[in-house]
């Protein structure tokens, strides 16, 4: 099957690449850090999560076996199909529209950095009006030195070496962001479009979607609990 790929993303080496340029193969390699004991330790116990972006159940699966129920999106069909114990649902995010609520609904990957504000704004959106009036939503974040200090690299125990190579400016505060992420037996890189928020930024972003912080997760700002204004 074809994909088109979205303006601006790229993405190189072995296996089905995403719109947005992710390799599948790759993201069934990247190890779980400790994004679930983080979003556990944030939510009721046995919710029921909307799992937005999912990709190949990364962080689906870890969730799953914590005892919460997950709905899990993406529009790649290629990465749904490694998701495992979870409903799965074939959707961009900005146009999801399920008519259901959630406990908990879950933005991870850095995906509200979207270079499109439009899409951004479709996001949050969604976030939103399949949000439970007493849920939250969970926001993961770029962190602060994302685009700076460029190029660096970091050697993960598990055995590959991630390279942020570039972040270069296309216009309206927006990033074109290059990642190479190398293994003893592939080499994969990735190229999208990356919107720099700061604090104000990203929580402004928020209020136009009828959500605020509830609390910072996480010392470095990276994980957010947003919850509906007036809540």
């Known amino acids: 099957m074809t994909i088109e790929m979205r303006a601006g993303y790229e993405g190189t080496g ?16 990247l190890p779980v850090r400790d994004e679930p004991d983080i979003i556990s330790a944030a939510v009721p116990a046995e919710a029921h999560i909307l799992e937005l972006g999912c990709g190949v159940g990364r962080m689906t699966h870890p969730l799953l076996e914590r005892g919460f129920t997950v709905t899990a999106v993406d529009e790649s069909a290629e990465m749904l199909e490694r ?30 950095h979207t270079g499109d504000i439009e899409v951004r704004r479709g ?17 993961q974040r770029e962190g602060e030195d994302y685009h700076t200090n460029l190029p660096r690299e970091r050697h993960d125990p598990s055995g590959f070496t991630v390279r942020m190579l570039s972040a270069e400016p296309v216009g309206d505060g927006v990033n074109s962001v290059r990642v190479e992420y190398v ?28 959500l605020k912080v509830d609390r910072y997760l996480t010392e470095d700002g990276i994980w957010v609990r947003a919850v509906p204004v007036g809540a």
């Not at 979870?86 to 529209?97: F, K, V």
């Open 14 to 29: 072995p296996g089905a690449i995403t719109p947005d340029g992710c390799a599948v193969e790759l993201y069934a390699r």
């Open 83 to 112: 998701v495992r114990g979870a409903r799965t649902i074939c959707s961009p995010i900005e146009t999801l529209s399920m008519g259901e609520k959630f406990d908990v609904v879950m933005l991870a990957s850095f995906l509200v």
């Open 123 to 139: 996001m949050l959106d969604v976030c939103r009006s399949h949000l439970a009036d007493d849920g939250c939503v969970l926001i």
């Open 183 to 210: 293994f003893p037996d592939a080499i994969w890189t990735q190229t999208f479009l990356a919107r720099p928020l700061t604090k104000k930024q990203f929580e402004e972003a928020l209020a136009e979607a009828g």
